[in-house]
């Protein structure tokens, strides 16, 4: 095993990996990523079908306010196109499927006052959490010690909307109302600015597409950068005097390390001593979300013809809500629907054919039998992802921010931790791990 030494070694080859070592470098320092996957991007993930198209089975998304990713594809020189949205989405409530246009869909005016009442209560509520401390709002024993879905208990009366501000937050969290603290759902929602950024695409965190695949604005970054691909890092060595990183097939000394991995997994790193307090509890208590991108090609977007964006809002599982995922030229026609949370944890005990099935019934029943045979189908089990272990990212549980929050970007000696869970604004998002690098 050979031994190297560099100023600082980076633990994980994602947006904020890549990120930290690139700022190293324009700062003169050396900098090794040890990268478990055989690629680079972490929760990004660009595959390209045979015969064609490419799809994103992970993180694809930018929009306004994500200023350091908007930066970056400036800077990498990577070209970008607006998600499809021409015509009208679709809402199935019950069985019942109705087109509308914009963000709200027509529901019946009590639970469309309902749902509005409840949103702006949790925006309210949001902006009342210090995004650097949210474990120091005024309320915030109060709120640690909810779940979001007991807010949800007391504040949503209707049975529709119920079910769709379930479906609507579940595809913001990736994990059910039942699991997360209140406080941690309000501070992701003050990060993200509002719920109708955070669920928006015109205008919203939705809105825009790298061409060909957001993996490539990934790889563009590590151009120039000391990579090294397969290489998990097992264990940590550290003391006042440095560190000392033990990958498969390489030991690597430095000054520092930056670890950029989700808490999940940094949880499964020896660290030699051990990490102590709550930084050793955090990374246990700290659970990911669990999502699944399920992608169907066609030979054509048909729905367009039918003057649908391909967007559907549905209270029936396991897909809850769709988009229009073809590439920018038009064809083949992509339709990608998420399935979240505890769906995503059913679904993803299913064989690839079972989730090929399920997926194409969601699609048929919301834009029609010729949806259910695509060409292609693919998806990636993010959960069952050895090297994520969950997708978009890791929650808090009830009394986690309150009782472990102030760990959460604090260094362990020299040991440093990044990660779009240690970000304050657009925590979650690629714009979040790019922004957790600065420290």
Sequence with gaps: MS????????????FAGLSAARALGKRGLSARVLEARDRTGGRTYTKVLPGGPWVDLGGQWIGP????????????????????TAGHNLLVVRGKKSRYRGTIPRLDLVSLLNISFAQWRLESMSRKVPLEAPWQAAKAAEWDARTLASFLDANVKTRTARALIEAGLETVFAASCKEMSLLHALFYIHSGKDLDMLLGTEGGAQATRIKGGMQRLAERLAEGLDVRLSSPVRRIEHDGSGVMAHADGASIRARRAVVSVPPKLASQIWFDPPLVGPRAELVKKTPMGAAIKCTAVYEEPFWRDDGLSGMCVSDEGPIHVTFDNSPPEGTPGVLMGFCDADSARALGKLSEAGRRNAAGACFARYFGERARAPRAYVDHVWELDSWSGGCYGAFMPPSVWTSLGPAIRAPEGRIHFAGTETATVWSGFIDGAIDSRAR
């Design 3 to 14: 031994s190297e030494s560099v100023d600082a070694v980076v633990v994980g080859a994602g």
């Design 65 to 84: 306010t994500q200023d350091r990713v908007l930066r970056l594809v400036e800077e990498l020189g990577v070209e970008t196109f607006p998600t499809y």
